[in-house]
């Protein structure tokens, strides 16, 4: 059986972005209005490069600051973590475990992003988790 692929799990819409200029405060605005708890950071003048992540915690963490008026780029994590579209669902769970992290930016085979996968995806589906499982049962199987 062939193993699920992360684009297996994208949602279809896309991902929400913000540029590095805006405040964290707009940035703020935008994820309570989505209901969403992170932004991809992309490039002012070119929308398919991302420059960066940004999540609640970075949010709080500014709030916690009274840095609310910073731009995004001076809170935004620099170091984005990818999956491939192509890639498989157990990769993006390891590389979620081995950074410490719940979101991964989704790129095509052009290095351009087309999603966000979250850790909520791979476990309120009941597909994706049988798919792990699956998958972590033939690395350890002889």
């Known amino acids: 059986m062939p193993y699920m692929k992360v684009r297996d799990l994208l949602k279809g819409y896309g991902f929400i972005s913000v540029t590095p ?4 405060r707009d940035a703020a605005k935008v994820m309570a209005n ?4 992170f932004l991809v950071v992309v490039d002012s ?5 991302v420059v960066g ?3 609640e915690r970075d949010i709080i963490r500014a709030l916690a600051s009274n840095k609310e008026d910073a731009k995004v780029e001076e809170l935004m994590t620099k170091d984005v973590v990818t999956v491939k579209d192509t890639d498989t669902l157990y990769k993006a769970a390891k590389l979620m475990r ?5 979101h991964l930016v989704v790129v095509n ?4 992003p087309v999603g966000v996968l979250s850790i909520r995806d791979l476990t309120y589906e009941e597909g994706a988790l049988k798919a ?5 049962e033939s690395e350890f199987s002889p």
Do not use: Q, Y
């Open 132 to 136: 792990l499982a699956e998958e972590i």
């Open 109 to 112: 085979e052009d290095g351009i």
């Open 21 to 24: 200029d805006k405040t964290v």
């Open 53 to 55: 992540v940004l999540s």
């Open 98 to 102: 081995e950074h410490g992290i719940r």
């Open 45 to 49: 003048s070119d929308p398919r490069k």
């Open 34 to 37: 989505k209901g969403i708890g």
